[in-house]
T-cell receptor
Framework: GDSVTQMEGPVTLSEEAFLTINCTYTATGYPSLFWYVQYPGEGLQLLLK?????DKGSNKGFEATYRKETTSFHLEKGSVQVSDSAVYFC????????????FGTGTRLQVFP | ETGVTQTPRHLVMGMTNKKSLKCEQH?????MYWYKQSAKKPLELMFV???????ENNSVPSRFSPECPNSSHLFLHLHTLQPEDSALYLC?????????????FGPGTRLTVL
């Protein structure tokens, strides 16, 4: 079945470091791909999305490119801030099963000054 | 008030209690969802409602009973829960239920079952 695999955390970085959080997926057809972020004590917020191959989603300095050839949607940011500390979830919505968002287990990011 | 709201934010209940979680969306969306978030596990979709009709029940035990009286409100009725049901319960909504529709989440209800 469809699934999402994320790198396990926590990822610990110093402020202004480069961030990559890996995400790969398994799905039939052409899913839409999402990154959600969950700050402490809050629900999930959409960070960015891409709906077709080679699309790049971007928001708040974060970017992710939909790579069909490697079935990946890695999240990157050039210079992280302490305020980016949160849990990041990669998710897909399969074209064949549109009611469902399938999430990865989440990756905790901790940024220290 | 905007977005998706959930009440209560925290709930502690015994295994014999009956309680309800409430979700309200102010976005004019047509689809609403309940998710369960447990530690170290992916978010689990529980129920989906589209135009007030339940379109998905993801093998959820009958001690969880959803209700969707209109497109803006979604309830989760709880009775005779187990300690393993302790989790963060998240509500979400989306304009439609297509694969490109973005789901917007509420802050969640932290449930503890004693």
């Amino acid at each position: 079945g469809d699934s999402v695999t994320q790198m396990e955390g926590p990822v610990t970085l110093s402020e202004e470091a480069f961030l990559t959080i890996n995400c790969t997926y398994t799905a039939t057809g052409y899913p839409s791909l999402f990154w959600y972020v969950q700050y402490p004590g809050e629900g999930l917020q959409l960070l960015l999305k891409a709906t077709k191959a080679d699309d790049k989603g971007s928001n708040k300095g974060f970017e992710a490119t939909y790579r069909k050839e490697t079935t990946s949607f890695h999240l990157e940011k050039g210079s992280v801030q302490v305020s980016d500390s949160a849990v990041y979830f990669c998710a897909l919505s399969a074209a064949s099963n549109t009611d469902k968002l399938i999430f990865g287990t989440g990756t905790r990011l901790q940024v220290f000054p | 008030e905007t977005g998706v709201t959930q009440t209560p934010r925290h709930l502690v209940m015994g295994m014999t209690n009956k309680k309800s979680l409430k979700c309200e969306q102010h976005l004019g969306h047509n689809a609403m969802y309940w998710y369960k978030q447990s530690a170290k596990k992916p978010l689990e979709l529980m129920f989906v409602y589209n135009f007030k009709e339940q379109t998905e029940n993801n093998s959820v035990p009958s001690r969880f009973s959803p209700e969707c009286p209109n497109s803006s409100h979604l309830f989760l009725h709880l009775h005779t829960l187990q300690p393993e049901d302790s989790a963060l319960y998240l509500c979400a909504s989306s304009q439609g239920s297509g694969s490109t529709d973005t789901q917007y989440f509420g802050p969640g209800t932290r449930l503890t079952v004693l």
